[in-house]
Nanobody
Framework: QLQLVESGGGLVQPGGSLRLSCVASGFSLDYYAIGWFRQAPGKEREGVSCIRGTGAYTNYADSVKGRFTISRDDAKGTIYLQMNSLEPEDTAVYYC???????????????????WGQGTQVTVSS
């Protein structure tokens, strides 16, 4: 059974860093795109970043480019989201999600993603 479990959220001051982890089980990452999404209170869920293949292709929302980095460790079946220079606007529940694809790239289209984790809360506040 395909399962995604996020961890690593917490409370951090503006300018700080956090690393989120998403452990994937029940499937091989070889033919799946993995994405990170977030949802702030009262707002729609939005794409943050995605990764496809062994990291050769990555995609980022404009709002996080240069601050967030997505990576994966296939041996551990884990996808990471390193978040630096965090801002209060980054406060949200962060979800990882997956979809099967034979294409080499990935996209941040919400409806493409079939499987979702339970989410982890990230709060950026002084």
């Amino acid at each position: 059974q395909l399962q995604l479990v996020e961890s690593g959220g917490g409370l951090v001051q503006p300018g700080g860093s956090l690393r989120l982890s998403c452990v994937a089980s029940g499937f091989s990452l070889d033919y799946y795109a993995i994405g990170w999404f977030r949802q702030a209170p009262g707002k729609e869920r939005e794409g943050v970043s995605c990764i496809r293949g062994t990291g050769a292709y990555t995609n980022y929302a404009d709002s996080v480019k240069g601050r967030f980095t997505i990576s994966r460790d296939d041996a551990k079946g884990t996808i990471y989201l390193q978040m630096n220079s965090l801002e209060p606007e980054d406060t949200a529940v962060y979800y990882c999600a997956s979809y099967w694809t034979f294409r080499p790239e990935c996209f941040l289209t919400l409806s493409d993603y079939a499987s979702w984790g339970q989410g982890t809360q990230v709060t950026v506040s002084s």
